[in-house]
C-alpha cells in the first residue's frame, strides 16, 4: 500500500463552485456536476456546462463506483505532501453511472490505495474517504473492489491479461 499523503503541506480551499462537493465528501457521498437543461454530467465543476454553456446547474449524487481506464505509477513526488507515499498510482477512472445518452461516461482522476501489482486496466474501484489535517477537507481516494478477467497491465512493452502477470 502506498505511504500516506501528508495533507498539512497542502492548501485546499473550497470555492463557490467546489464547496458543496467538499460538503459532501465530509458525509462520504460522491457528486458530480450534471446541466439541469441537456443532462451532461462532469468533474471537475465548472460553473457552466461543458456541453451548452448553461449555467442551470445542479449536482447528481452517486455510488461513485468506477472502473480503471488508465493509470500511472508516480515514483518521484514534486509536491513535499507525496514524499512518504511514493510509489503511488493515479488513476483515470470512468463513472458508469454518469453514462450518457450517446454512451460517454464522466472520467475522473484520482490517487489509489492500491500497490501497482494489484491494480490493472478494467479493475472496480469505489472511493474511500481519508480525513486530512482540516477537518472541512475530507479527501476520496480510490480502492480496487473487484479484479475483472481480461483486465490489462502494462508489462513494459505491451499490454498483457492480468492474469499473466499476477503467475
Request: glycine share 6%; with cysteine; net charge positive.
Amino acid at each position: 500500500m502506498p505511504g500516506p499523503i501528508d495533507y498539512t503541506k497542502i492548501r485546499i480551499v473550497a470555492d463557490p463552485d467546489t464547496k458543496e462537493w467538499w460538503e459532501a465528501t465530509k458525509q462520504h457521498r460522491y457528486l458530480v456536476r450534471q446541466c439541469k437543461d441537456c443532462e451532461h454530467k462532469w468533474f471537475p465543476p465548472f460553473p457552466a456546462c461543458s456541453k451548452c454553456g448553461s449555467m442551470n446547474l445542479t449536482w447528481m449524487e452517486i455510488k461513485g463506483e468506477g472502473i480503471i481506464h488508465s493509470y500511472v505509477v508516480i515514483e518521484q513526488p514534486i509536491l513535499a505532501a507525496f514524499v512518504k507515499a511514493v510509489p503511488y498510482l493515479v488513476a483515470v477512472i470512468e463513472l458508469p453511472e454518469t453514462r450518457e445518452k450517446d454512451g460517454s461516461v464522466t472520467r475522473v482522476a484520482g490517487v489509489l490505495l492500491d500497490n501497482e501489482k494489484d491494480v490493472a486496466i478494467g479493475f472496480r474501484v469505489r472511493p474511500e474517504y481519508e480525513a486530512s489535517n482540516d477537518p472541512n477537507m475530507v479527501i476520496p481516494r480510490w480502492k480496487v473492489t473487484a479484479k475483472v478477467p481480461g483486465a490489462k497491465r502494462f508489462d513494459g512493452t505491451k499490454f498483457v491479461p492480468y492474469e499473466k502477470l499476477s503467475q
